[in-house]
């Protein structure tokens, strides 16, 4: 296998991001197509689909479209979440940049079906470009009666909005989101079962659906081909289909965004990336900072598939794969991740408050070669802490990149707690640079 | 980060706040496009955020208190919730006034890996500042960012609505080179241009 | 059970494996207490929204299958946020439970100062407690602490120490949910998150002592008693705060017969839990270096300490000659005993000229018992306030008021001459030209055309019209206190009366004084009115008073017109200073009687809505000090007036006999039992 470039087939063409470049693709005919569906028939081709969200969790998209009550009483919400922040992960960005229609007519496409009065993309403060180029296909969109009032003579109304973010990773939590989307601090709400779910009261206390850019993406692909062909592509996995963009970094010959189908080794994503710089593959961390490190040998096996990287005790997250080289200190790089962390925790709850700082203070008191026996522990004892007992995910997230190092790289730790120097590059103090 | 947690200087009593004592600042420009803004959502405490962005132009590329007091003014909330609301984001710049362009230097993963912190060093010689700092001549803030999310073009750097990358000693020249030359201040221009992403054209 | 034939759905829960019936939805947290278990909290607090901050009450969850087996969640869920549901199992007190609460309060306190022996809330301090049972024996955090300035000084009142704050929220909620004034919000974020005033300014609340309530650390101590006793070395004796006619039940924590401090008392009747500013930290008149402590009396022209007998002597003597030209002025803070005694006095000697601040005499409307109750005005549809600033004078009805509004969704409408708290949450706020209030009653109950109206007070037709709209409406409850006529005049006070009684409204027109309910009761028993103060100062100028008795009454203070007070001071032939803090009046007076206070002498007091409330006595008096209505019954004695006065009850029963309100309040609904202490909840 190779690439399978479905959303991404035309993001270099320039043409792409206006509105007749767009339509000369076959953009708009997945829209086009939903508005002479009955709205349930739209959802049930996203269930066919097998469509799963594209934001880290990869819940089953349907469901969410399902979950806004079909007689309509109040407002309804859609919101895009382009608030891409985890560590490794680029993909919204070349999406929104280059391929803002699709975004822009996959939303159209879920608030037709959900009966929405308006969408909202949630971007993040840093995404210039991408918000530029969006602006301009929202404008677009609007002179060509693809938005707005009796979109394309249908009788139904649609409105898109841009929201900017202002700098916290937080945000991309959806709860968090909505959160900042009202203008409060980015800080998560309770979720069922302590609150009811979004889809019933969600941002501005309305009945509201969050996906992420990709899936949104996927709409007019799913509506113009039918779920049935979707579901074709990735039929080799267990439960995942059509394609997924995976944002390769990290020490590899040609970092990008590459799109693949699932199924595919993710040793072929490698190798689509041009292959390690400079040495041998260490490690992978195949789906943003938050997802378990696994190793060379794992990577050799490994498929991607949401349940298939389970096997191999990680995770597809969010797409952003990250290979390094032997050259690597999994200590320094682990100080890094949990410092990441530690700045981005919004401080709602205590274990993440409070243990992702202990577990940044604990290595950089083993990187300045201050390391005690026992520290191996400690780090895993707090990771364990915050892991489950944090009030959103990103506590979670935060445990799991420190506890899955220390379980995958125990020597490299022990080597330098008791040596006061890295195992791999031999630096002592706080050696930051690799 | 420092450990300490940055506060003003403490006075031996708080000073009372007069409300009635307030300016506002912003420009019949800005008054229109707030309230363009406004409309976009059922509420108007959903307006916090571009209301800070557009305050964070208007009050020179810093959120004063007095700039978060004429937000909260505008949008009927208490002062103290939109200051909340503006010191939970790293992008409003509400500790301190930042110089005319702010580099921010991404150092997480993809770039840790690919020397972030040697140009970090380098930029830090260069300008003869360290992190959070800014040079006397008020040109430049040196800031260590997270993930900037641009890891195919590590290592990269974020210069009002640019991303550099990947950044080497001489892309680093030519930049900084070109920044001085420019007569607007990068800070300023960014938050203008993320003012503007959220206006239709109709509007602008 | 009640909650059944209330049509409340009821759910059967498993909590440590025992079947338990409770409402639907009912929080966890609240549930497991009907079986006597604690699971441990900070940042929960049942008057507010839960929040699941500070992942203290973690229980393992889980769910009864059909087949009868339990099928557990695999994380810990927040208990506080958690709903009661049909078939949710709950555990407190798992091994991994067990773990979860030391990990947590580990890295509570791996950056809490532990500065406990110089700490204001050592010894009841919830940190502490929760340590002390589900905490961990030692810390295993070698690093650096995380550091912040001390002591900033929030208010003159409250003092923050941001190192021992836990960032439970529960300060920060309180003002935005309960205060509503919105004047603390937490900035930056992560392990710097902090709460705080807007940039550090003063934090002016009417309620900001609560905060410190509240706080279940350190972190918000009392500028006023900061570092003057350890709690445990305080008594806690239950009092009535006496500072304004709400009544609020609160703790006086003394110390070696003095008084420290005042918390918050529960009492869901009157306070729930709450105190104002001015009640928290406005009783340091206790600690008064003036309180009057010896009987004095004039002999030529300066005033001599004596004894109760002679003092008493000489004013019987005056009596016996000047008493149908006997005046009383009853003062905001007396008991309802010397109250009644007062009036009683007044009958028996036949002068029936009794006065006090909450006097109606002048408004043309006799005394009625107000329409609601504190609680019942929570249930009100439409609150319709009238008058200057709620919250300065009855700050904990503006609390309900809020309550109705933000809680159970009551409009409430706020009809002023200057913007008012109220406004904020405000269905609909009517701010007129001074002195057009009376017009604008005629605008509301249809006698003038609303553009007219609209014309001559300012307020625009639309608002009116809407506001003549929702008061057609059920469920409408006026409140109004004799400010309305201090600042609109008389006339529109009784034509705002009529208004309500127009629309079958609940007409409140509340006492704002500590004894202006129970002197005017005891005055309409008597069949006499209450007078206003200025009348009777009035009265001393003209002679028609000859004898002046101030109970607790500061004229100074109390009366704004003060050429008629000194005149009237001047004049009168003999003048009995009855108070607990020497004042300007004292100059003037021919016998200085020194009177104790409530929680010295004791006392019952009847708020705002006719809830007669007791306080015993519980500090010592000062030097000859007595309280009010010893007093009182001492001279009735004296005087034959009246007998076998030996005790308050006594006293009640005696009043019981003229005074229906009293009749009815000692019969009837009664008098409350303090609870145990609500602090530190």
Known sequence: ?434 | MSDLIGLQTLSEKPTRLDQSQLKLNFSEAAVSQLEEIKSHYPSEKAAILPALWIAQREYGGFLSSEAIAEVAHRLHRAYAEVEGVATFYSMYNTRHKPGKHKLEVCTCLSCHVNGAYRILDLIEKKLGIRPNETTEDGLFTLEEVECLNACDRAVVMQVGDSYYGPLTESLLDTIIADLKSRTESTVIQMADEIVKVHLPESAV | MAAEMMGVDMVTILVDDIELQVPKGELIVESVKRLGIEIPIFCYHPRMKPVGMCRMCLVETGTKQPDGTIRKMPKPQASCTLPASEGLAIYTQTPQIIQDRKGVLEFLLINHPLDCPICDRGGECPLQNNTLFYGPSTSRHIEFKRHAPKAIPLSEHVTLDLERCIQCGRCVRFTEEISGDGQLAFRFRGASMQPSTFALSAFESKFSGNTIEICPVGALTSSQSRFRARPWDLESSAGVCTLCSCGCNVWFDHRIGKLVRVNGRTNNAVNEEWTCDQGKFGHDYYNHNERQASVFIRTSARLESTSWTVGLGEIVTKLKSTGTSAGFLLGPKISNEAGFLACRAATALGSRQVAGIDSRVELGANFEVPADSLLSLEQAKVIVSVGPSLADTLPIVYLRVRKAASQKGAKVISIHSSPTELDEFAFLSLCHKPGTLSLLIQGLDGSLALEEVALQTGVSAQALKEAKTVLEGQGVSFIATNQVAHTEGSAALSDLRRLAKKLEANWNHFCETASGFASLASCSGLGMELQSPESILKKCLSGDIKFLWLVDFDPFELVKDRELVKQALEEVEFLVVQSAIASEASHYASVVLPQSLPAEGGGSFTNLDGQLQNFDAFLPKIGMARADWQIFAELLSRMDLAAGMFSRQDILQMAAKDVPYFKEALTGKQDHQPQPSGAGV
């Open chain 1, 1 to 434: 296998m190779a690439e399978r470039k479905l959303l991404l087939e035309h993001s270099h063409e320039t043409s792409f991001r206006t509105r007749a470049g767009y339509e000369q693709t076959g953009g708009y005919e997945g829209l086009k197509k939903a508005l002479g569906m009955e709205r349930q028939a739209i959802i049930d081709e996203v269930k066919t689909s097998g469509l799963r969200g594209r934001g880290g969790a990869g819940f089953p998209t349907w469901i969410k479209w399902n979950g806004l009550p079909k007689e309509k009483k109040t407002s309804h919400f859609i919101i895009c979440n382009a608030d891409e922040g985890e560590p490794g992960t680029f993909k919204d960005k070349e999406l929104i940049e280059k391929c803002p229609f699709l975004l822009v007519e996959g939303m159209t496409i879920a608030g037709v079906a959900t009966q929405a009065d308006a969408g909202y993309i949630y971007i993040r403060g840093e995404y210039l470009d991408g918000a530029r180029s969006l602006r301009s296909a929202i404008d677009e969109a609007y002179k060509a009666g693809y938005l707005g009032k009796n979109i394309m003579g249908s009788g139904v109304n649609f409105d898109l909005y841009i929201h900017m973010g202002a700098g916290s990773y937080e945000c991309g939590e959806e709860t968090a989101l909505m959160s900042s989307l009202m203008g409060e601090r980015g800080m998560p709400r309770l979720k069922f079962p302590h609150a009811p779910l979004p889809t019933i009261s969600g941002v501005f206390e309305k009945p509201t659906l969050i996906n992420n850019v990709e899936t949104y993406c996927c709409a007019p692909f799913i509506l113009k081909n039918g779920g049935e062909w979707y579901a074709t592509l990735g039929a080799s996995t267990k439960n995942s289909r059509g394609t997924k963009i995976f944002s390769v970094s990290g020490h590899v010959k040609k970092p990008g965004n590459y799109e693949i189908e699932f199924g595919t080794p993710l040793q072929e994503l490698l190798e689509i990336a041009g292959g390690m710089v400079d040495g041998d593959l260490k490690f992978c961390v195949p789906g943003g900072s938050s997802v378990p490190m696994i190793k060379k040998a794992e990577v050799e096996r490994a498929i991607i598939g949401y349940e298939e990287m389970s096997e191999v005790r990680s995770m597809v997250g969010s797409g952003g794969c990250m290979f390094f080289n032997d050259s690597t200190c999994v200590v320094t790089f682990t100080w890094r991740t949990a410092q990441f962390y530690a700045n981005e925790s919004c401080g709602k709850c205590t274990p993440c408050r409070e243990g992702t700082r202990w577990m940044v203070q604990i290595l950089d008191r083993i990187l300045a070669g201050g390391g005690n026996p026992g520290d191996a522990e400690l780090l895993q004892q707090v990771a364990s802490q915050i892991d489950g007992r944090s009030f959103c995910p990103l506590g979670d997230a935060a445990a799991w990149p420190v506890a899955a190092a220390l379980r995958v790289f125990p020597e490299e730790f022990a080597y330098f707690i008791e040596n006061g120097s890295s195992m791999v590059t031999g630096a002592k103090t706080l050696a930051m640079a690799p």
